[in-house]
């Protein structure tokens, strides 16, 4: 069983809608959560984390954490072309441990 | 955020030579690092955790003696492939916290394509 899964798309959805990405995990003492979203042929660059239940804002942005499901989810709202990547779920386990799903592409239309 | 620098970000070389990729924290100290690899349309798989001043740890299935690490001091970590293969070509990605604590992100650095022909 892997650590972190993710489907991996890809996503396609118009732009102006709401794309919704979602990973599970399987070590419930994983402490913290993240995403990050990787354009083809470059590294990764950091969108969000969150580390508590609940829901995580940030501009169109928004992380969902439910750790009784083990279940981690980001929003975008106003999907744009440019937001056309490979986003890519972690979780860090401890100090040493951080485990990446296989990462969702998504399509945004124009 | 943090800047982690990594260098040379492309590289190709020929089978049997060794290369050499520097990752750089330039804005924090970073007692550990972690090396990733990627090949195409693949996630990241972790290959080592690099500590300063002491040995690295390597994932199961990486062999220490062809991938060998360095992390000689607190903003530098170096990686270098020993024996080059062509199976080695991928891309190659350092990373660092800025923390130890248990909720702080990862920084990535650019990466390093090696082709191996």
């Known amino acids: 069983q892997k650590e972190v899964e993710q489907n991996s798309g890809p996503l396609s959805v118009p732009e102006g809608a709401i794309a919704s990405l979602n990973c599970t995990y399987s070590?419930?003492?994983?402490?913290?959560f993240f995403w990050y979203r990787q354009y083809s042929g470059k590294s990764p660059e950091l969108i969000m984390f969150?580390?508590?239940?609940g829901d995580k804002e940030d501009g169109r942005f928004t992380a969902q954490l439910n750790k009784a499901s083990q279940y981690v989810s980001l929003l975008i709202r106003d999907s744009q072309p440019s937001d056309s990547a490979t986003y890519l779920c972690?979780?860090?386990?401890?100090?040493?441990?951080?485990?990446f799903g296989s990462g969702t592409k998504l399509n945004v239309k124009p | 955020g943090a800047v982690v620098s990594q260098h040379p970000s492309r590289v190709i070389c020929k089978s049997g030579t060794s290369v050499k990729i520097e990752c750089r924290s330039l804005d924090f100290q970073a007692t550990t690092m972690f090396w990733y690899r990627q090949f195409p349309k693949q996630s990241l798989m972790l290959m080592a955790t690099?500590?300063?001043?002491?040995?690295?740890?390597?994932e199961q299935g990486v062999e220490k003696d062809k991938f060998l690490i360095n992390h000689a001091s607190l903003t530098l970590s170096t990686l270098t492939v020993t024996s080059a293969h062509p199976e080695d070509s991928s891309f190659y990605i350092c990373?660092?916290?800025?923390?130890?604590?248990?909720?702080?992100?990862?920084?990535f650095g650019e990466g390093s394509r090696l082709t191996v022909l």
């Open positions: 969150i580390y508590s239940n």
């Open positions: 990373s660092a916290s800025w923390t130890s604590a248990n909720t702080g992100e990862l920084f």
């Open positions: 972690a979780v860090r386990l401890n100090f040493n441990k951080f485990y």
């Open positions: 070590d419930r003492g994983s402490q913290s």
């Open positions: 690099s500590n300063e001043g002491s040995k690295a740890t390597y």
